[in-house]
């Protein structure tokens, strides 16, 4: 269900593809509609898979690509793929929407809002490897040095507490909103 978000920079991405034959392979997870939308031999499906499977298939990967629309559905979900990606290596490229918060730009990754930005960034991480290595280098440090749970529990942890102390009040308001 990712097509709308995908759809822009796909006529980049097969070109590029298409300049670079056999150099680059795409592993793509989940999402068939996008493998078969892609104008290239080398390119392997996995469907879904075990938790375990997903990050050993992430490990493996130089590049992720992070494609989400400016959507209120979009908005409303996590930068969680970006420290997946940071955690193991992998560097990123994504769109601003959910991830600008947490990418630097041209230093933890890369991000990009039209299909020319895409493809000319895209084409940095591909080509330059030393950059590529350094950025997700940068971006596993960013993660260690401010995201971990560590740091973060105690707020939550306070949440849940409120949460649990207005469950009353919160679940009046949910009735009213879904009789």
Same mark, same amino acid.
């Given at each position: ?8 920079? !796909? ?20 999402? /068939?509609?996008?493998? #078969? ?8 499906? /996995? ?17 992720? +690509? !992070? ?9 409303? #979900?996590?930068?969680? #793929? ?10 990123? +490229? ?20 039209? *299909? ?5 960034k895209l084409e940095v991480l591909v080509l330059d490897v030393e950059r590529r290595r350094r950025m997700a280098e940068q971006a596993y440090v960013w993660v260690? /040095?401010?995201?971990? +749970? ?23 308001? !949910?009735?009213?909103?879904? *009789?």
């Amino acid at each position: 269900n990712r097509e709308a978000d995908w759809q822009p920079i !796909l006529p980049a991405l097969n070109e590029l593809l298409a300049q670079w034959g056999g150099k680059v392979q795409m592993q793509v997870l989940y999402d /068939e509609a996008f493998y #078969k939308a892609l104008q290239t031999p080398y390119k392997m499906f /996995e469907p879904m898979c075990p938790y375990e499977r997903y990050h050993e298939v992430v490990s493996q990967a130089d590049v992720a +690509l !992070l494609p989400l629309n400016d959507t209120r559905f979009n908005r409303m #979900k996590s930068d969680l #793929k970006f420290l997946q990606c940071a955690a193991h290596g992998v560097a990123v +490229l994504a769109s601003p929407t959910v991830y600008e918060e947490s990418i630097c730009e041209g230093e933890t990754g890369f991000l990009f809002s039209t *299909p020319e930005e895409f493809s000319s960034k895209l084409e940095v991480l591909v080509l330059d490897v030393e950059r590529r290595r350094r950025m997700a280098e940068q971006a596993y440090v960013w993660v260690r /040095e401010r995201r971990m +749970l560590w740091q973060h529990y105690r707020a939550r942890y306070a949440w849940y507490l409120e949460m649990a102390a207005r469950r009353q009040e919160l679940m009046d308001v !949910l009735r009213q909103r879904l *009789p």
